[in-house]
Structures are given as C-alpha cells and as structure tokens.
T-cell receptor
Framework: DQQVKQNSPSLSVQEGRISILNCDYT??????FLWYKKYPAEGPTFLIS?????DKNEDGRFTVFLNKSAKHLSLHIVPSQPGDSAVYFC??????????????FGKGTKLSVKP | EPEVTQTPSHQVTQMGQEVILRCVPI?????FYWYRQILGQKVEFLVS????????KSEIFDDQFSVERPDGSNFTLKIRSTKLEDSAMYFC???????????FGPGTRLLVL
C-alpha cells in the first residue's frame, strides 16, 4: 500500500538544465508535503515544503508545485548543478485533526546531474 | 545551526541482543520521531513521541521496541531482542511548534548478525 509514489527511480540531467522530479499520492487528507535530499549513509536533508492550501512554493533554485486535484506534486530544480546529484524523497503528512505529522515517504528518485 | 545528533553512527550486534540507539533532538523541539530505512527500501515511520508519551506508532513498532526521553535532551530507541531483519539505518527526527518541518539526524546503521 504505497500512499506516496515516486515512479521514476532515476533521472539524469545535464548541468544547467531543469530537473523535474515527480511524486503522486493517494490520500487526499494529506495537508503538508516535503522534499528531502539524501546522500548515502546520511540522514535526509530538508529542501522545501508546501502546504495543501498553496499550489506553489519557491526557494532559490527549488520550486515545488502541488496539484491537489491530480494528487500530484513536483520539484523543479533550475539550473541543475552537479552538487544536486543525490536521492530525492517526496514525503507527505497529515498535520490537522490532532495528527502527529508522521511522514510517509516515497521510494525516492536518484538524480544525476552531469557536467 | 541547530541539528539533530545520533549515536552511535554504527552498531553491530548479535541476534537476540538488546540495543539502544540514542538521539539528541534540536533543543526547543517538542515532537520526536524514529524512522528506519532498510537497505534499498524507502524510509519508514516507526514511532512519534510528544509530551513524554508515544503519540503514534506503526505496525513495525511491536513489543520489541520502546522509546524513552530519560532527561531533557536525549531520546532513545531500544530494541529488546534484535532480529536479523532489524538491520537498517535508523533515523531520529524532531519538529518544533509552530514549525512543521521535521529535521533528521545522520542516522545509526544497525547490523544484526
């Protein structure tokens, strides 16, 4: 039962171009979504988040888009840099209704940015 | 910048032994979590802890697992009798109010032989 799905296990992009990572979810009750970046043998590092009341959030080179009707979110990285090469995890949580905000993760997408 | 810390970074143990994984969350945070990631799989929620008690737990978090906040800074995960399938990276995370972002520690790699 995958509530959060990242259907692309890997993505390869040329330096300077746009990277688009996609994520789908099934539970319409999720109200907060996050993207984490992870290197091997390290903990997930928070990148950017978006509340369900918004459809876009931007932070520097990173933009997250949320399409609630399609239960889909995406992370855009522009321009992509070799240092962005890592595994990117999409996560969803339920913060309302007394929930403790436990994160449900996707399986991750390994991004490779080639110089 | 405040960060979540975890010790040890690596732990090797024999099946059936008890292990305690330690975490120091960010100091003004109120919500604490444990997650694990089995090699090649996704990060999975284990347990959340708030106001000195477990608030939610997953089906993975059975009677072999327990959590404790023994003092004002540490947050521990105990596995009473380890099994081979407990081998994984264990991550601690914390979240403060009104912030909604969980910040993760570097993880403890547990290997059960």
């Amino acid at each position: 039962d995958q509530q959060v799905k990242q259907n692309s296990p890997s993505l390869s992009v040329q330096e300077g171009r746009i990277s688009i990572l996609n994520c789908d979810y099934t539970n319409s009750m999720f109200d907060y979504f996050l993207w984490y970046k992870k290197y091997p043998a390290e903990g997930p590092t928070f990148l950017i988040s978006i509340s369900s009341i918004k459809d876009k959030n931007e932070d520097g080179r990173f933009t997250v888009f949320l399409n609630k009707s399609a239960k889909h979110l995406s992370l855009h990285i522009v321009p992509s840099q070799p240092g962005d090469s890592a595994v990117y995890f999409c996560a969803a949580s339920l913060l309302g209704g007394g929930s403790q905000g436990n994160l449900i993760f996707g399986k991750g997408t390994k991004l490779s940015v080639k110089p | 910048e405040p960060e979540v810390t975890q010790t040890p970074s690596h732990q090797v143990t024999q099946m059936g032994q008890e292990v305690i994984l330690r975490c120091v969350p960010i100091s003004n945070h109120l919500y604490f979590y444990w997650y694990r990631q089995i090699l090649g799989q996704k990060v999975e929620f284990l347990v959340s802890f708030y106001n000195n008690e477990i608030s939610e737990k997953s089906e993975i978090f059975d009677d072999q697992f327990s959590v404790e906040r023994p003092d004002g800074s540490n947050f521990t995960l105990k596995i009473r009798s380890t099994k081979l399938e407990d081998s994984a990276m264990y991550f601690c995370a914390s979240r403060g109010l009104p912030l909604e972002t969980q910040y993760f520690g570097p993880g403890t790699r547990l290997l059960v032989l």
